[in-house]
């Protein structure tokens, strides 16, 4: 079955840097895009990143200059580098695919905790 394994978060300093990844496995990583999402306490889940197969990324406004998403296909991998980091940054971090074909289903890592102080 599809498995999405995120880490990198920790807690950071406001202004600091972490780097998050995404280790997928049971897709064919090649062909799908992927997503990062992010859910801060007392608000709806929200999507902060996304890329596309062809490496081609868009960004939410609220991290657009400060967030980088990447992905390696050689190693099933999917980053995103958060930079300049605000307290408002602060959320449970979650990794998101929906296969383009097989299999059917829309898939989720089990979210890894960024918090940022002031």
């Known amino acids: 079955q599809v498995q999405l394994v995120e880490s990198g978060g920790g807690l950071v300093q406001a202004g600091g840097s972490l780097r998050l990844s995404c280790a997928a496995s049971?897709?064919?990583?090649?062909?799908?895009?992927f997503h990062w999402y992010r859910q801060a306490p007392g608000k709806q889940r929200e999507v902060g990143a996304t890329?596309?197969?062809?490496?081609?990324?868009n960004y939410a406004d609220s991290v657009k200059g400060r967030f980088t998403t990447s992905r390696d296909n050689a190693k099933n991998t999917v980053n995103l580098q958060m930079n300049s980091l605000k307290p408002d940054d602060t959320a449970v971090y979650y990794c998101?695919?929906?296969?383009?074909?097989?299999?059917?289903?829309?898939?989720w890592g089990q979210g890894t905790q960024v918090t940022v102080s002031s």
């Open positions: 998101n695919v929906e296969p383009r074909l097989w299999p059917k289903g829309d898939y």
């Open positions: 049971g897709i064919i990583f090649g062909i799908n895009d």
């Open positions: 890329i596309s197969v062809g490496g081609n990324t």
